[in-house]
């Protein structure tokens, strides 16, 4: 069974940058697993962040960033803010099921 | 603006069945792929499956928790995504979102707010 493994939780302070990774369970991620991120805030549906490893919506703040790093998909956030607190969820493409991480906690403190 | 409204959650046995609805409007719903993630209470997300557009045959992809279990269909007069669950295990108790796909390869952008399906005797 494929396990996708994301840092369960992470803290940066504001102003910071915090950079959250999303590794694959069978090896490397390259930009054929299509890695998107998402935001969850307590209450609410998830918010896509970034698609196709790089591609932001239309309603992605700059500060969020998406890449490739070390053989994982990583999600990169520069100049934190207080409302970047929640949790982040990756999402990879397996040539037919997709299957999430299991998503990081981000504190923002 | 695009708008996507889920229904028909509740309270259903196990080995129970219940059918899902997602309702979508702001867009041509016949030329989008679908799909059906959802999160059981105070867990991570789980995808669950994908149906494909028109011009993919609707064809549809599962995960293995639900494969055999779950189908997805689409009604495009009607503008209408549907999940139909049967077989119900208490592990399947989650909320339910239905979202619209960007492309056949990429994820997700619209989202619909959920709807909860508890399965408990």
């Known amino acids: 069974q494929t396990v996708v493994t994301q840092e369960p939780s992470l803290t940066v302070s504001p102003g910071g940058t915090v950079t959250l990774t999303c590794a694959s369970s069978?090896?490397?991620?390259?930009?054929?697993?299509?890695p998107n991120w998402f935001q969850q805030k307590p209450g609410q549906a998830p918010r896509p962040l970034i698609y196709?490893?790089?591609n932001k919506h239309s309603w992605t703040p700059a500060r969020f960033s998406g890449s490739l790093l070390g053989g994982k998909a990583a999600l990169t956030l520069s100049g934190v803010q207080p409302e970047d607190e929640a949790d982040y969820y990756c999402?990879?493409?397996?040539?037919?099921?997709?299957?999430f991480g299991g998503g990081t906690k981000l504190t923002v403190l | 603006e695009v708008q996507l409204v889920e229904s028909g959650g509740g309270l259903v046995q196990p080995g129970g069945s219940l059918r899902l609805s997602c309702a979508v409007s702001g867009f041509s719903f016949s030329d989008h792929y679908m799909e059906w993630v959802r999160q059981a209470p105070g867990k991570g997300l789980e995808w669950v499956g994908r149906?494909?557009?028109?011009?993919?045959?609707?064809?549809?992809e599962y995960a293995a928790s639900v494969k055999g279990r779950f189908t997805i269909a689409r009604d495009d007069s009607m503008n209408s995504l549907y999940l139909q669950m049967n077989s119900l295990k208490t592990e399947d108790t989650a909320v339910y979102y239905c979202?619209?796909?960007?492309?056949?390869?990429?994820?997700?952008?619209?989202w619909g707010q959920g709807t909860l399906v508890t399965v408990s005797s």
């Open positions: 979202a619209r796909i960007v492309g056949a390869t990429t994820g997700s952008d619209y």
């Open positions: 196709s490893t790089t």
């Open positions: 069978t090896g490397a991620v390259t930009s054929g697993y299509y």
């Open positions: 999402l990879l493409y397996y040539s037919g099921p997709w299957v």
């Open positions: 149906s494909r557009d028109k011009a993919s045959g609707y064809s549809t």
